[in-house]
């Protein structure tokens, strides 16, 4: 492996953000920020006693929606909806108003820890953040020692605000090994959308006539603001959702088809075979913005409805109807792309064919069809980290002799799935699972240690018996969390972060259909001995710049710029805030004022269909045939593959969301648990196969994978379909410390197998069968 | 005498049962904890049809604020009472906890607060109104299946749905007039 390349690709990944200022605009506005930092004379909000209101934002999912905080005497009393954040059409749902208690979680993390049992036992003692930090360092330089690399620390992470500070620290301690959780979460939606537009698009549901859902369940799963408007506007939208499950999304839908899992791709061939014969495709906008029209035509012609009905359980008159209505509802149809999508092991390919639907009939950059993500450009530190002789590529990038076993036995072979590397992995998100199975394996080289922040692996990723021993091997974890989390509880460090409700976050652009910005200001000063990942990063390069053993394998200048890093971000939020916002006069000002500063609140449509406008994909246009792919071997046109099947009697087990239940986050929160209306989950199952088996409700039955087994409750329902199971996810917890969950009910982690999907790296969370035993 | 007579105007088909409303109702009110510990609720209505021919849908719902209330009639201490316009509150120091209002109610809008060792139920958020503010129901719901305001004012909102559309009340045979109008 060649060291410079390595120390090359990590200078790519220094920022998350895109929006990134060279580093000469950087450098030079270092002394303004100082000159701010030396002037501390903002007012703070929460230092009045008495009754107000505090803007700020909520943190409890990813939407960031704004929120008024009503706080008495230092106590938050109530969050309330922002009136200014249209992107949430002005709401906040229940997890959002349930944020209120999260300070006052009995179950928080209140000072440092230091495990002192054997790992998992729950065994751990306070400690200063000052002794924290010190083990930290010793662990640290112990392994880089040890292992002569760098990269055998990992640093695994999920979306925030302070996401990017925890990325700072990974390239402080020069590790290329961070794993985020899109491959858990979007990865191949984004990559199958990217390979035909060359970005990942919104979709203006505000203003389309025609939406279609696939596996997205939009009311239980909430995006803002997608799911506010389609329940608005479901009277005057036609709404079609497909899910083998009959979600709640069902109760403002126009159709429900209950899709045979795995099948889709043949119900989005078939409806684009459909549009192209019937000559219902926009032949301007096709000609004029598209690549390989002639091949796809030409390849569909195989997809007919009658064909697709067989595969997918849908008449094919209503695959007609479909197709029809879609082409003639557009540009004001949407096959709405949807978030997670880590579903089957095809699907990148599905993804492609959806947007390839969207793009045959027009229905691309138009008011009420898909539209690219707007942003407003924030600035941001574009930092120059050090660079160490002891860093190392990526562990789970390259060939691995392993890739092949992570394909479901029907893809191996037959799936035009690369069966060596990732096609596509992301530089900076890792593919989880892939990346596991490299540190179980050593191969290309021992992982030993490990950062987590705010992400909880072990109820996260498929397989938890796996990321046990994933876990078990480490010769140090550290989490940074604000509850223990399973992850937590098996660490050695368990640093306390201050809730979002207690404390400054930068600045964000979320981009969207229309974009807008918010910020974080505390609305009630920390409970405990918390500090945020801004003040830990910061805290922990001041540490590793003062060890001469952690300089060994780099030079005086590299050190230099740990200490610009310092000198940069040792400052108060407001500033960076403040500085962030600096090339929009007014901005800050609109920000303290409504608690959320935007340019405009109408959405743009027609930048990427604009004379001399260019698509970001080999051809320049929207490829309905992708060349790269054709390069790399894949197929540059989704071809069908049959799904997968379990073995008789066994059960497709798929996973879903609830929409009082943030992954598994928010579980231990007495109030949402409480609204969901149990205190333990239970296996959705047919009612009839239930009957069959003679299952009745609250039976407990083991539910037993490939991955392993647990035991659940039964709850026999008209809301599925007979060849799957259910149930929701963040039960049967691993760890002590979230005490209303801890035991209660079955995880989705033990139960899901690790199959991974080869193009994007992304989790295969559909792919796994059960079978059902009453106990 | 108060010229106001307040009410909310719902379009339930909107509801996606996220729970939004019972959750800000829960912090804005400091509801206990328990699983039957609520002023409102979204309640699904029965399923109908099997798979997979069904369909499901649901009922956001609360104290009616019936202009005619059965709990304010059998409570002995008057501890149930209406105010000038049309809401009915629980004088949580009156009440002597004999649940008569409880039984009474048609609507189970009612349950214990151990906590204050009083009956609870929907003010519509009586406290908030001085200051112009909606009950937090209706200020948090995502697609705001509710709509409050002044029926004796007929430019309301709730005034102009009503015209609008035709609305029916819960269990009207009770004879409770409710001013919980849920659009057809």
């Given at each position: ?25 950087a450098?030079s506005?270092?002394s303004?920020?100082?000159a ?13 006693k ?8 909520c ?8 929120l ?20 949430s ?21 209140k ?6 049992g054997?790992?998992?036992?729950g ?22 020692k ?68 696939a596996?997205s369940n939009?009311?239980?799963?909430i995006?803002?603001?997608?799911t ?29 088809y ?12 078939a ?10 495709y926009?032949?301007d906008?096709?000609?004029k913005y ?13 997809y007919?409805?009658?064909w ?18 879609f ?17 089957y ?24 069809g ?20 002891f ?50 394996a ?15 692996p072990v ?17 140090f ?11 937590a ?8 972060e ?32 918390t ?14 710049y003062?060890m ?15 200490a610009?890093?310092?000198?940069a ?13 600096s ?40 490829e ?16 069908y593959?049959?799904?997968?099947v379990?073995?008789?009697g ?27 209306g ?18 009745r ?9 490939k991955a392993?087994?647990?035991?659940v409750k ?10 799957i ?51 | ?20 409303c ?30 997979p ?57 009612r ?10 139920k ?10 112009g ?20 004012d ?8 009503l015209?609008?559309?035709?609305t ?16 057809r």
């Amino acid at each position: 492996m060649s060291l410079s390349k390595a120390k090359l690709s990590r200078r790519k990944f220094l920022t998350l953000s895109g929006a990134a200022l060279a580093t000469a605009t950087a450098a030079s506005s270092l002394s303004s920020l100082k000159a701010v930092a030396s002037s501390n004379t903002k007012e703070n909000p929460v230092n009045t006693k008495g009754r107000k209101f505090v803007y700020s934002s909520c943190a409890i999912c990813v939407n960031k929606c704004g929120l008024v905080a009503e706080v008495n005497n230092g106590v938050i009393r109530k969050l309330n909806p922002n009136p200014h954040f249209f992107k949430s059409r002005a709401m906040l749902c229940a997890r959002g108003n349930a944020g209120a208690k999260v300070p006052y979680d009995p179950d928080r993390l209140k000072k440092p820890l230091i495990r002192v049992g054997e790992r998992g036992s729950g065994q751990f003692k306070e400690v200063s953040w000052e002794e924290a930090y010190n083990y930290i360092a010793e662990n640290v330089l112990k392994i880089i020692k040890k292992y002569e690399n760098r990269s055998a620390i990992g640093f695994a992470s999920t979306e925030g605000f302070q996401e990017e500070f925890f990325i700072h620290l990974a390239n402080i301690v020069g590790s290329t090994n961070t794993v985020r959780h899109p491959t858990l979460c979007l990865a191949s939606n984004i990559q199958g959308y990217s390979s035909v537009y060359g970005t990942y698009p919104d979709a203006d549901i505000l203003n389309a006539d025609f939406v279609v859902l696939a596996g997205s369940n939009r009311a239980e799963a909430i995006i803002t603001p997608d799911t506010i408007d389609m329940a608005k506007n479901h009277k005057k939208q036609t709404l079609v959702c497909i899910d083998p499950r009959v979600t709640k999304t069902s109760a403002i839908a126009d159709k429900w088809y209950p899709i045979k899992p795995g099948t889709d791709l043949a119900l989005v061939l078939a409806m684009i075979n459909i549009i192209i014969s019937e000559n219902l495709y926009d032949k301007d906008f096709v000609e004029k913005y598209t690549y390989g029209f002639d091949e796809l035509a030409k390849h569909v012609k195989q997809y007919t409805a009658e064909w697709a009905e067989k595969e997918t359980e849908i008449p094919a008159s209503e695959i007609y109807w479909l197709a029809r209505e879609f082409a003639k509802n557009a540009p004001q149809s949407v096959w709405y792309p949807g978030r997670r999508s880590s579903f089957y092991a095809n699907d990148v390919y599905y993804r492609r064919a959806c947007a390839i639907l969207n793009a045959i009939v027009g229905a691309f950059d138009r008011k009420g069809g898909l539209v690219p993500k707007s942003g407003i450009k924030l600035k941001k530190h574009d930092f120059e980290f050090p660079l160490y002789d002891f860093t190392k590529e990526r562990i789970d990038n390259g060939t691995l002799p392993f890739l092949e076993e992570k394909l479901p036995e029907e893809f191996k072979t037959a799936g035009s799935l690369p069966t060596d590397s990732c096609a596509y992995l992301s530089e900076k998100d890792g593919s989880w699972i892939v990346y596991r199975d490299a540190a179980l394996a050593g191969n290309p080289y021992p992982l030993k240690g490990m950062f987590i922040y705010k992400q909880n692996p072990v109820e996260s990723v498929p397989n938890r018996k796996k990321t046990l021993e994933f876990l078990k091997q480490m010769d140090f974890v550290c989490t940074i969390d604000v509850a223990m989390s399973d992850t937590a509880f098996y660490s050695d460090v368990v640093l306390p972060e201050s809730t979002y409700l207690e404390r400054w976050d930068p600045a964000e652009n979320l981009s969207g259909v229309v974009p807008i910005v918010v910020a974080r200001q505390p609305v009630i000063e920390p409970l405990f001995d918390t500090k945020s990942m801004h003040q830990i990063a910061v805290d922990l390069a001041k540490k590793f710049y003062d060890m001469p053993e952690f300089w060994e394998d780099s030079t005086d200048e590299d050190r230099a710029y740990l200490a610009k890093y310092i000198k940069a971000m040792d400052v108060p939020m407001e500033h960076i805030i403040e500085e962030s916002l600096s090339g929009y006069p007014g901005a800050y000002e609109m920000l303290k004022e409504k608690g959320v500063f935007y340019l405009s609140t109408e959405p743009e449509y027609g930048k990427m269909l604009a004379e001399g406008a260019r698509f970001k994909t080999r051809t320049g246009k929207i490829e309905l045939y992708n060349v790269k792919y054709a390069e790399k071997g894949l197929d540059p046109l989704p071809v069908y593959k049959k799904p997968s099947v379990g073995k008789p009697g066994q059960f497709r087990f798929v996973v879903g969301r609830h929409g009082q239940f943030t992954h598994a986050s928010t579980q231990n929160n007495i109030y949402l648990l409480e609204a969901y209306g149990d205190y333990e989950n239970a296996l959705w199952i047919n009612s009839k196969v239930a009957l069959e088996r003679g299952l009745r409700a609250g039976d407990k039955v083991k539910v037993v994978s490939k991955a392993g087994e647990q035991i659940v409750k039964v709850m026999p329902t008209e809301f599925i379909r007979p060849d799957i199971v259910y149930y929701v996810h963040g039960f049967g917890r691993i760890s002590k410390g979230l005490s209303l969950i801890y035991n209660k009910g079955a995880s989705e982690a033990a139960i899901l197998y690790d199959y991974a999907e080869t193009i994007s790296g992304n989790a295969c969370m559909h792919e796994t069968f059960v079978d059902i035993q009453k106990v | 005498m108060s010229n106001k007579k307040y009410a909310i105007v719902l379009d339930d088909t909107k509801c996606i049962d996220c729970k939004a409303c019972t959750l800000a109702c829960k912090m804005e009110n400091h509801v206990p904890t328990g699983l039957y510990n609520y002023r409102i609720w979204v309640a699904e209505k029965p399923v109908r049809g099997h798979f997979p021919n069904i369909k499901r849908s649901f009922q956001p719902s609360q104290c009616q604020q019936c202009d005619n209330p059965p709990c304010v009639h059998v409570c002995p201490t008057k501890a149930s009472y209406q105010t000038e316009d049309g809401v009915v509150l629980v004088d949580h120091n009156k009440c002597i906890l004999c649940k008569y209002c409880m039984t009474a109610c048609p609507y189970d809008a009612r349950y214990v607060n151990e906590e204050i060792k009083a009956i609870d139920k929907c003010t519509f958020c009586y406290h908030r109104l001085p200051e112009g503010r909606e009950p937090a129901c209706v200020e948090t719901c995502p697609p705001k299946v509710r709509v409050f305001g002044d029926l004796n004012d007929p430019n309301s909102e709730v005034s102009k749905l009503l015209v609008e559309h035709e609305t029916f009340n819960l269990k009207p045979e009770k004879g409770t007039k409710p001013k919980l109008y849920y659009i057809r």
